[in-house]
């Protein structure tokens, strides 16, 4: 039991790195912005992912 506990724990260091760096691009601003969300607001956005290889997503 404890061989299978210390596997475990070896397997879970291994896959537990760092969490690799994102970067997030504004686009556009608006000059002036009277509307401000709040807390309970439902906010939707559009964005394009783009994986390390160069493959982008989509989410929409």
């Not at 039991?1 to 070896?10: E, I, K, S, T, W």
């Not at 537990?16 to 504004?26: L, N, Q, S």
């Not at 509307?35 to 906010?43: E, N, W």
């Amino acid at each position: 039991m404890r061989c299978v506990f210390v596997l475990l724990a070896l397997v879970g260091a291994t896959f537990a790195g760092t969490e690799p760096e994102f970067k997030i691009d504004v686009v556009s601003v608006p000059e002036e912005c009277t509307t401000k969300s709040k807390h309970g607001d439902m906010l939707t956005m559009h964005y394009t992912g783009t994986l390390e290889n160069g493959h982008k997503f989509d989410a929409r």
